[in-house]
């Protein structure tokens, strides 16, 4: 498995996101020139995962953000700190919307 997430980005519309499984997982959300404005999770506390999460996101307009990708996976909060240390490493901090939120320790990648 990839560090990075490859996953072909989707527009962040109600009609695609109603799309997705009621799985657990990871997902980043891209603003109009494609660039990551929030890394998150959906965990085992969001009613239909992923659904839920974006859906979620989709109706507040986080960040600006116009697109998704997402990964189904039962590790989503290793994981998600895997892709906040990936950004990091790549931007040199943490997405933007992210850094509003309460502070994730996450380690550093080399």
């Known amino acids: ?4 997430l490859t996953k072909p980005w989707r527009p ?6 109603r799309k997705l499984p009621g799985q657990l ?18 965990g085992a506390k969001e ?3 992923l659904r839920s999460a974006l859906q979620r996101h989709a109706e507040a307009g986080t960040g ?3 697109s998704f990708r997402v990964e189904v996976n039962m590790q989503y909060t290793s ?9 990091r490493m790549d931007h040199g ?13 996450v380690g550093r990648l080399s």
């Open 1 to 4: 498995m990839q560090i990075r």
């Open 12 to 17: 962040l519309t109600a009609e695609e996101v």
């Open 25 to 42: 997982g990871v997902y980043e959300l891209a603003d109009a020139s494609g660039a990551v404005v929030y890394i998150g999770f959906a």
């Open 47 to 49: 009613l239909f995962g």
């Open 64 to 66: 600006g953000a116009v």
């Open 79 to 87: 994981r998600f700190k895997e892709l906040l240390m990936s950004h």
């Open 93 to 105: 901090d943490i997405p933007p919307v992210n850094r509003t939120e309460p502070p994730v320790k």
